[in-house]
């Protein structure tokens, strides 16, 4: 299968993942948040306080709302992630306006505090898909990525900081309390920790020490095999005075279980070390984000 076909084939992967956390992320609203009159943050939460308040379709805010919001993502994240982003946008939008009259169930328990907590975290797993092919629902995720690109600051900590305001409007709705509020901050709450677990989460790393006679098997693997940098360290056994070798490996969380199962087969009696990282940078992992784009100078 050549080049040409294999990435088309991605991209269709991609499209067809986007159109089902787009999915994911309109059941959220149309099956739980609005049949329980509470919201959550976002563009989308204001537009449900519009709905609320004037009976405008959200289907219809949401899409006018984010014209604007697109072109900043057009300007500052490229071409790829406006289109990927129109897609979702469109998709969004008429979901928002479809499934609620497909006569679908919609989840209403009477523990009311549950109701916003089922609906983040469902709501959460539609937007992280989304965010992990390059695309947005919109409004306050073109400005989350826009932040994440430039500054070391977490999508989630984005979402919390600018959904304060929009939970607070709802108090300007006849009829709805403080509890609603309150129960909007819970999903906002819920929805930022969610957002951050599955995207930061999956992405942290370790670092892995090896202590192990065949050093030189377990570091070949490491480095071809899974093209993961491998350091070795020079050491020295107290007890026994003689000279070893040290394994400095790291790797994404998600990658650890492929390292120490190939230690355990190489080495059954290998020592080994684990160690959670919080941050790495360099090649293979995160870019170094300072907010500012430094100049080269020209040779």
Known sequence: ??????????????????????????????QIFVPNGIISGGITGLC???????????????????????????????????????????????????????????LELKEGVLNPMI?????????????????????????????????????????????ILIIASLLLVPGKTVDDMVYGYIAVIVFSLGLDYILIGRKSSVQIMVFSEKYAEIADYINKAMDRGVTALNAVGWYSQSEKKVLLILVRRSEMSLVTNKIKRVDPKAFVAVTPVKDVYGEGFEEIKTGIKIKKSAE
């Open 1 to 30: 299968m050549d080049k040409v076909t294999l990435r088309a084939l991605r991209i269709f992967r991609d499209y067809v993942l986007i159109t089902f956390g787009c999915l994911v992320y309109c059941l959220a609203w149309t």
């Open 48 to 106: 449900t306080v519009i709905q609320y308040g004037t009976g405008f379709n959200m289907a219809y805010s949401y899409a006018i709302a984010n014209v604007l919001l697109l072109v900043m993502g057009f300007l500052v994240l490229g071409k790829s992630f406006g289109f990927r982003t129109i897609y979702a946008l469109i998709v969004i939008s008429i979901m928002l306006d479809v499934l609620p009259l497909m006569g679908l169930p919609t």
């Open 119 to 163: 609906a983040a975290m469902v709501e959460a797993i539609g937007i992280s898909i989304l965010l992990d092919k390059g695309s947005s629902s919109g409004g306050t995720d073109i400005i989350a990525l826009i932040m994440n690109k430039y500054w070391p600051i977490t999508p989630g900590t984005v979402y919390m900081v600018l959904d």
